[in-house]
């Protein structure tokens, strides 16, 4: 059995705070863009360059953080929204919905992108890399900060979420991470077979589709162990993972039609 005990305070200068999820958050944006500027540099995407990769990423935080919390409210928290709608500008506290972080990121690529006269997808395949990592590190942070508690749980690795209550549950930010180290490992090796073709590759919708397969059938599985509302026989964040696979299987379809 453990206790998640874990100080979520990285560093404290007189009254300010910076969080270790603060860090952790910043770091898969620093990522983001150490991956989209070097596919700048190896024209992988054309007419990316230094200074539009640095914008890129601007146009990701904001389309992220806004996606994120307005789904977290509407699905997982909708009285608070209710009675407090300015909450949803107070991003330091908890809610964050990765499937509204993923919708504000693509709506954000595709405005950078017709702005900029890129291509949407080259962008979107490129950043799937960027995405699964930074949503690891995003795990760890869940996990320093006691949050995503799992259901019910009396095993040998059962932890106690203070935040929660004392009952010992599923440390589910574990099993995400382990599910999206999974889904890491075969987009990576995916680029890696098109490793002489890159440029032709990226670009293709491959990498991002099978992003939304894997992770939405990942999600499903490791849902299961997830404290979350159940709407009729699954739960929200299934409901929004099967509506990932199916997105994700007609990109597939109409690209082998084309």
């Given amino acids: 059995m453990y206790t998640l005990d874990f100080n979520p305070t990285a560093l404290k200068i007189l009254m300010i705070e910076i969080r270790w999820y603060a860090v952790i958050y910043a770091l898969g944006f620093i990522l983001l863009y150490l991956i989209i500027n070097h596919a700048a540099k190896r024209k992988t995407i054309q007419g990316m360059d230094k200074d539009k990769a640095e914008l890129f990423v601007i146009y990701s ?24 709608p300015l909450e949803i500008l107070m991003i330091w506290h908890a809610g964050l919905s990765f499937h509204g972080g993923l919708i504000g990121f693509i709506i954000s690529a595709w405005m950078f992108s017709k702005k900029h006269d890129i291509n ?35 095993g040998p690795w059962c932890t106690i979420f203070p935040l929660y209550d004392t009952v010992c549950r599923h440390p589910y930010p574990i099993y995400a ?44 599985i490791t849902d299961i162990w997830k404290m979350d509302e159940i709407l009729l026989f699954m739960k929200t964040g299934q409901w929004l993972s099967v509506i990932m696979i199916i997105i994700g299987a007609a990109i597939m379809l109409y690209k082998k039609k084309r």
């Fill in 177 to 220: 991470f382990i599910s999206h180290l999974i889904l890491l490992i075969y987009l990576a090796v995916l680029l890696y077979i098109n490793r002489e073709k890159l440029k032709e590759f990226i670009g293709t919708k491959i990498l991002a589709a099978n992003f939304l397969i894997g992770y939405g059938i990942l999600r499903i």
């Fill in 61 to 84: 935080i904001l389309g992220v953080v806004i996606g994120a919390r307005l789904f977290y409210f509407v699905f997982y928290d909708i009285s608070v929204f209710w009675k407090n």
């Fill in 120 to 154: 949407m997808w080259a962008i979107l395949d490129m950043s799937t890399i960027a995405a699964i990592s930074g949503l690891m590190l995003g795990r760890i942070g869940n996990l320093l900060n006691g949050e995503l508690a799992g259901t019910e749980f009396n």
